[in-house]
C-alpha cells in the first residue's frame, strides 16, 4: 500500500489501513516527516475557555447533555471570560477558543459583546468559536464581531450512525449546513469526529475522511471516544488510543497544511497520550484556561484531566511535554498554512 499516495487510495485501502496495525509505524514516520515539511517543529497554543456548560441539545456519549441532572450548571460572565483572556495572554497565549454548550442565555449580542471586548483589547490574538450550531445570520454576526475561526465537529459522516448518537430532533445535515456556511462567511473552520464512539465500522471512518475532504477544513479535531456515568452510553468501551493515533497521522498525510490538536481526550485515555498525538503528527495543544473553580463541571466524559489545575501550570506543564516529544512551542496566532 503507498502511504504516501494516502489521498488517492480506494475507500476499501483506507479501510484495511484503518482496520490494521501493520501500516502504523510508517504512517506515524510519514506523518511527522510531512508536519516538519509544513510546520517544522512548531507547535500552537490555543487558550481553551469553557464559558458554559448548559446544553440544550441531548448527544448520548455527552457529559454535559441536558438530560443529565446529575452535574451542577455554571455559566461564565463577560468579565469571567476576559478575566481568563487576560491570564491567558500573560502566559502567551495568542489564540482563545470560546466553548460552550448550546446555551440560549448567550444570546447572538451578548456573544458578540464578548468577541468585540476581547478583540479590542487583544488585537493580535485570534478569537475562535466552538459554540455548536446557530443559523447563518449569528454566525455572520459573530464574525462582523471579529471571531476569525469555528470548530464544529461533525462527529460523524454516516447518516445511520450520526442518528445513533444523537436525539431525533439533531441532524447530519443541519451540521454539514453549517459547517459549509461558516466556510462561506470566511471562518477558518475545524471539524471532526470521534474515535472509537459506539458501532463506528473502519467504512464510517473512511466516509469521515471522505466528507472532511469534502469540507476541506483548515482545523480537524478528534479524540476518542470515552464513556461518561451519567449518560446512556456509560457501559460501551471507548476508543483505543492506537486506533486515535493511527486516524492522527493519517489525517496529517491525507490534509498536509491542516492545524490537528493533540487533545486532552487523549491525553486522559493515556498519561503520555498528547506526546504520542504530537508524535503522530498533530501540531495544536489546547490547555485550559477556564477558572479552576468550574473546571470539573465541563465534564464532557469521565477522569477529564488538568481540572485541578491553574492555567499556568498546565502552561508550563505542557510546555514540558511539547519539548520532550521533540517539538517547540510557539506562541504567534497560529494561523493555517494553505500552499
Ligand atoms: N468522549 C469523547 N469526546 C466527547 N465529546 C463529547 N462527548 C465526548 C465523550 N464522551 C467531544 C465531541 C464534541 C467535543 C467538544 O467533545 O466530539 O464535539
Ligand atoms: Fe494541565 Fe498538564 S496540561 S496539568
Redesign the pocket.
Known amino acids: 500500500m503507498n502511504i504516501t499516495g494516502i489521498a488517492a487510495l480506494s475507500d476499501s485501502e483506507l479501510a484495511e489501513i484503518i482496520s490494521s496495525d501493520a501500516y502504523d509505524a510508517d504512517l506515524v514516520a510519514e506523518a511527522d516527516r510531512t508536519r516538519r515539511e509544513h510546520y517544522g517543529a512548531d507547535v500552537y497554543l490555543r487558550g481553551l475557555i469553557e464559558i458554559c456548560n448548559v446544553c440544550k441539545n441531548d448527544?448520548l456519549?455527552?457529559?454535559i447533555r441536558r438530560s443529565n441532572g446529575a452535574l451542577a450548571r455554571y455559566r461564565l460572565t463577560k468579565e469571567d471570560i476576559l478575566g481568563c483572556c487576560e491570564n491567558g495572554y500573560a502566559l502567551g497565549f495568542r489564540t482563545f477558543v470560546l466553548?460552550g454548550g448550546e446555551d440560549p442565555y448567550y444570546t447572538d449580542s451578548l456573544i458578540c459583546q464578548v468577541v468585540g471586548d476581547i478583540k479590542e483589547k487583544f488585537p493580535d490574538c485570534a478569537v475562535t468559536l466552538?459554540l455548536g450550531e446557530k443559523g447563518r445570520a449569528s454566525y455572520a454576526a459573530y464574525r462582523r464581531a471579529g471571531a476569525d475561526r469555528y470548530?464544529?465537529?461533525h462527529?460523524t459522516a454516516n447518516e445511520a450512525h450520526y442518528a445513533r448518537l444523537h436525539p431525533a430532533e439533531m441532524s447530519l445535515r443541519h451540521r454539514k449546513d453549517c459547517l459549509f456556511a461558516l466556510k462561506e462567511l470566511g471562518y477558518q473552520v475545524g471539524s471532526?469526529?470521534?474515535v472509537g464512539?459506539p458501532w463506528q465500522s473502519a467504512q464510517n471512518l473512511v466516509e469521515d475522511l471522505r466528507f472532511l475532504q469534502e469540507l476541506s477544513p483548515d482545523m480537524i479535531?478528534i479524540?476518542?471516544?470515552?464513556?461518561?456515568k451519567d449518560?446512556p452510553?456509560r457501559d460501551f468501551t471507548?476508543?483505543s488510543l492506537k486506533l486515535t493515533l493511527r486516524m492522527i497521522a493519517i489525517l496529517r498525510l491525507m490534509f498536509p497544511y491542516a492545524l490537528i490538536p493533540s487533545t486532552t481526550?487523549l491525553g486522559t485515555i493515556h498519561p503520555q497520550g498528547r506526546e504520542l498525538g504530537l508524535k503522530a503528527g498533530a501540531n495544536v495543544v489546547m490547555p485550559n484556561l477556564s477558572p479552576v473553580r468550574v473546571r470539573k463541571l465541563y465534564e464532557?466524559?469521565d477522569n477529564k484531566i488538568c481540572t485541578g489545575e491553574e492555567a499556568a501550570e498546565c502552561r508550563s506543564c505542557l510546555e514540558r511535554r511539547i519539548v520532550s516529544a521533540g517539538y517547540r512551542v510557539v506562541t504567534d496566532r497560529g494561523d493555517v498554512k494553505r500552499q
Open positions: 448527544c456519549y455527552c457529559g466553548q466552538s470548530l464544529l465537529r462527529e471532526g469526529f470521534m464512539s479535531g479524540g476518542p471516544f470515552i464513556p461518561h449518560t452510553f471507548g476508543g481526550a464532557l466524559y
